[in-house]
């Protein structure tokens, strides 16, 4: 199997390559790609200088690296909990199981540039104690499994992977697990358990998996761009990282755009670019529309009208105090066309569908919501469902043992909010106010 050539994409000049830094080689998964950008350097240098872990860990605290999947949380901090005199067998995971629609990043790091992840595991590994590293990698993405696959058979082959690197006594050994496609998965603790082999569910936390995880051992559980973010960090310094970025904000980031846009694709950028440039970087508004709301972070952070995200900046703080969250950057824009009240029903299909239904609020809560909706658009619905919707989606959020229940509830909160007149003409008069707005114009 063949490499993938470099991405038909536009490229602009504002972005900030960190994680895609092999992005414009002809051939940018390959080793030779990678080792022309300096690659597998940082992880010589740690393993052969004996670098110790309590530097390389101020360094990553430093950088201000947040987890890139979603929660946010500072990846330094993390790495701090694994307990470091630990004498039996520790492990690492990488989440490569984005499933959440609108997220698409992850999957360009391991096809573009999967050396970086491999580096960046293999660096953390010494850090952290770990000698078994697992990439647990989305069940529908088997051509990308199949390229990380041939970058480990490439990377233990030139030795840096396997035992006694660089003739030390550090062995490590990653391997590629290939998912099953549920969204549940990409929960770090149903992640774990999905790689010993059982059913892909959330564990109670704590015990959290720095204490117990893979196989009740000591494990610690990163995003695919948190991982990639180590090399470049190491290599320029925890200080040049965080300068890439903004105060609590580190780095560069990723943002998956899609939805109504002239150019969609992965656009990597300083943390902290205001949201109308990072808008301008993907063609802007497609068609020659009006902007009329984005989720800037995946469905499982609020929506924003349009009036809401254009003073915003893309970053943690920005689009907190905005009234949204960073999420995964998983940014879809929406133009003045969208109805929201489908745009709604179609997202609480998602999240009723991958429930896993080990708690009964999320279980029957995301059922509720869904048929609700799926009311409403069908010409049925009371004008008493949209209190009911706010009502069911309260009783979930912050009543299961994974986030995905916040998930389910954020956008029906969120959506009915700020666009309540919708919700509210649909039930009046059975149909979309927006699509009723296009046919009047249409035959004016």
Request: aromatic share 10%; charged share 20%.
């Amino acid at each position: 199997m063949a490499y993938p050539e470099t991405p038909i994409q536009h490229r602009s000049e504002k972005e900030t390559l960190v994680c895609l830094r092999t992005i414009n080689d002809k051939s940018p998964a390959s080793l030779q790609a990678y080792l022309d950008v300096g690659g597998y350097q940082q992880l010589k240098r740690v393993v052969s200088e004996k670098v110790k872990a309590t530097d390389i860990i101020s360094q990553v605290k430093l950088s201000g690296l947040r987890g890139r999947g979603g929660a946010g949380f500072p990846t330094g901090l993390k790495w701090s909990f694994m307990p470091r005199y630990y004498d039996g067998t520790k492990y690492l995971v990488c989440n490569t199981d984005e499933g959440e629609p609108g997220t698409f990043k992850d999957r360009d790091i391991i096809r573009y540039n999967p050396h970086q992840l491999i580096e960046g595991m293999a660096i953390a590994a010494y850090t952290l104690g770990a000698r078994v590293g697992y990439n647990y990698i989305h069940g529908e993405i088997w051509q990308d499994y199949e390229i990380f696959e041939r970058a480990l058979d490439e990377a233990r082959a030139a030795g840096y992977l396997g035992e006694k690197m660089f003739g030390t006594e550090f062995n490590f050994d990653l391997y590629a697990v290939h998912g099953y496609g549920a969204y549940i998965c990409g929960e770090e603790t149903a992640l774990i358990e999905s790689i010993e082999g059982k059913k892909g569910q959330p564990r109670f936390k704590p015990p959290f998996p720095a204490s117990y995880g893979v196989f009740g051992k000591p494990t610690n559980v990163n995003n695919t761009e948190s991982y990639a973010s180590i090399p470049w960090i190491l290599q320029h310094g925890g200080q040049a990282f965080q300068d890439l970025g903004v105060a609590n904000s580190g780095g560069s980031k990723i943002f998956s755009v899609s939805g109504h846009v002239a150019r969609p694709g992965n656009y990597e950028v300083r943390m902290g670019m205001p949201f109308t440039e990072l808008l301008e970087i993907a063609g802007g508004v497609w068609k020659g529309r009006q902007l009329k709301a984005v989720i800037p972070g995946g469905p499982s952070t609020a929506v924003m009208p349009a009036a809401a995200i254009l003073g915003a900046t893309m970053d943690y703080d920005g689009l907190s105090k905005a009234g949204s969250s960073l999420g995964a950057g998983s940014m879809i824009v929406m133009d003045e066309t969208t109805c929201m009240v489908k745009t709604l029903k179609r997202l609480s299909y998602f999240f009723y569908e991958e429930s896993c239904g080990q708690c009964t609020p999320c279980r029957e809560g995301t059922g509720w919501v869904y048929r609700v909706i799926n009311r409403i658009v069908n010409g049925q619905g009371r004008m008493e469902d949209l209190d009911l919707l706010v009502d069911v989606s309260n009783n979930i959020s912050g009543r299961t043992i994974c986030a995905l229940g916040d998930a389910a509830a954020t956008p029906v909160l969120s959506f009915i909010k700020h666009f309540r007149p919708e919700f509210e003409y649909y039930i009046q008069h059975g149909k979309s106010m927006v699509e009723s707005e296009i046919l009047e114009v249409a035959y004016a």
